[in-house]
């Protein structure tokens, strides 16, 4: 089972506007990163986003790009202030590939919580995938993107 970590783009300030979409260059961003992991072997059965709409629009770029048939959906437990415990507790036993698009600062604390490294990193609008064999007891890291890959 695998799971892909998404930082959402760029997005515009709360004063240009308060429902804070992701901007122009953000969306092309997001869209590369998508397009990058989908070469790299992400197809997750599972969308989730924590509802925010730059988290919502970070999960649909890539949820067109890795599996445009994959389940989409605003789920608890991924919002900024959440514990990455309870993202962790979710996530054990789950047996399907799921592409969570959240927020800092709980994509790093769950990164570290996940990996048992608490001074592991996560990229600024990146993406990490990790893979669990043993029912999410055990997280290892496959690979990671940063949010400024160039221009495809």
């Not at 730059?54 to 890795?66: L, P, S, V, W």
Request: glycine fraction near 10%.
């Amino acid at each position: 089972m695998r799971i892909y970590l998404v930082h959402h783009g760029d997005a515009l300030g709360p004063d240009v506007d308060p429902r804070r979409p992701l901007s122009q260059a953000g969306l092309a961003a997001v869209e590369r990163l998508a397009a990058e992991a989908a070469t790299r072997g992400a197809r997750p059965a599972l969308v989730w986003h924590s509802g925010k709409l730059r988290a919502k629009q970070t999960a649909e770029a890539f949820r067109r790009a890795c599996n445009a048939l994959a389940e989409f959906a605003a789920t608890r437990d991924l919002q900024p202030g959440d514990q990455p415990a309870w993202m962790r507790d979710r996530l054990r036993g789950e047996s399907r590939d799921i592409l969570i698009a959240g927020h800092f600062p709980h994509l790093p604390a769950l990164l570290a919580l996940l990996v048992g490294d608490e001074t592991a990193t996560f990229p600024l609008h990146g993406a990490v995938a990790l893979r669990t064999d043993d029912g999410g007891e055990t997280w290892v890291e496959e690979w990671r993107l940063g949010g400024n890959l160039p221009s495809l």
